[in-house]
């Protein structure tokens, strides 16, 4: 990322979930390079609650002697999370806070005292230890940063902003200032039918021309293709320019407990190849 400049968009803080032993290890590297570059506070949580006890109708639990046992795995996993944050973290401003609560639900707690949350595109997994990427999206009211497996530290020189003409997409475009004025490139990708080009085409308009008032020279590509076609477009962009950050909105809904996707969020979220800041 280049150099801060006074009238570049700060960060405050960035939030990272830790877990134990090399389980976020490299989710960790990613948020301490990001809190570094910024100028920014990094907050390291360590979250996680104890399963349901399920019993066997084919012989006895002790529920007392689960508990205990439960609890101590949790006491021993916190205070290894918080070692592993502390050997990435030394020299860094920075601080750690522990929670017996889903992961999600205390990241988007927590999140009152960051400008970013940093979380990892899990697949299925067990999200009493490990942070759901969706409901953190969802929840947190935060930007958050959604890092692949063994992802290395964000660059940032390019980026490539996805537009759609709603309130998340403004969003977006608002909580990526901070990205996008770092970077060297930045490209705002919109995908229409033939019939909405001239409309989208005057719309990323008014987007480039907000982001050159605010120090941001971007380009405009308007491609036509079908909403299958959006993840593609936003990949092959990104690879043709380097970029190693897509910024785009977030549209879900809560559904029997469950948060359900539209289908570009979804296919960025379960198949990322690069970083993405996702604002809802």
Known sequence: MSEISANTAALGG???????????????????????????????????MAQPLVSSPYGGVNTAEWVVAMNKQIDDDL???????DLETSGLDSEWRAMREMPARALASAARACDVVVVSAHPQTNYYRAADPAEVVMRSGRPVLVTPAKASPLDGRAVVLAWKDTREARRALQDGLPFMQRAGQVVVVAVCSQDEAGAVQRQVDDV??????????????????????????????SQAIGADLI??????Q???????????????????????????
């Open 79 to 85: 205070i290894a999370a918080q070692g592993a944050f």
């Open 14 to 48: 960035v939030l990272v979930h830790v877990e134990p032993g090399e389980a976020s290890r490299d989710r960790v590297r990613v948020a301490a390079a990001l809190a570094k570059s910024m100028g920014a506070r990094l907050i390291g949580l360590g979250a996680e």
């Open 247 to 252: 910024i785009a909105g977030a549209y879900g």
């Open 254 to 280: 809560s559904r029997l407990r469950e948060w359900v996707f539209g289908g570009v969020t979804r296919t960025l979220m379960d198949e990322p190849t690069r970083h993405l800041l996702l604002s809802h």
């Open 208 to 237: 480039i021309a907000y982001l050159s008032r605010r120090g941001v020279r971007a380009t405009a590509k308007v491609s036509i293709a079908p909403d299958a076609g959006v993840v593609g477009e936003l990949n092959a962009t």
